[in-house]
């Protein structure tokens, strides 16, 4: 079992910075591929951003290219979302999720989401 908790959300103006934490449960964080996701008001939820278990492989929406980084640290149970050059169409609650292997999207466990609000 994982839990998992995301933290650093809030309020930024057009053009700042944010970094999203997502901190895990139990000794099985390492195994785990890692996303992070956003929904924002009306709208479906969408893919953000990938790490592999290892840290070797990312992948990126097309939206958030250039601009976010997912990074992880194993020892500390925690994958991060740095965000870059914010617009207000990146409002949304960001949750971070955990499945096996790389090519498969079938969560196993979801975080609470935390809330980003880009101000323009």
């Known amino acids: 079992q994982v839990q998992l908790v995301e933290s650093g959300g809030g309020l930024v103006q057009a053009g700042g910075s944010l970094r999203l934490s997502c901190a895990a449960s139990?000794?099985?964080?390492?195994?785990?591929?890692m996303d992070w996701l956003r929904q924002a008001p009306g709208k479906e939820r969408e893919f953000v951003a990938a790490?592999?278990?290892?840290?070797?492989?990312?992948n990126y929406a097309d939206s958030v290219k250039g601009r976010f980084t997912i990074s992880r640290d194993n020892a500390k149970n925690t994958v991060y979302l740095q965000m870059n050059s914010l617009k207000p169409e990146d409002t949304a609650v960001y949750s971070c999720?955990?499945?096996?292997?790389?090519?498969?999207?079938?969560?196993?466990?979801w975080g609470q989401g935390t809330q980003v609000t880009v101000s323009s």
């Open positions: 790490i592999s278990s290892s840290g070797t492989n990312t």
């Open positions: 999720a955990a499945r096996m292997g790389w090519t498969v999207y079938d969560y196993k466990y």
């Open positions: 139990g000794r099985t964080f390492g195994w785990y591929t």
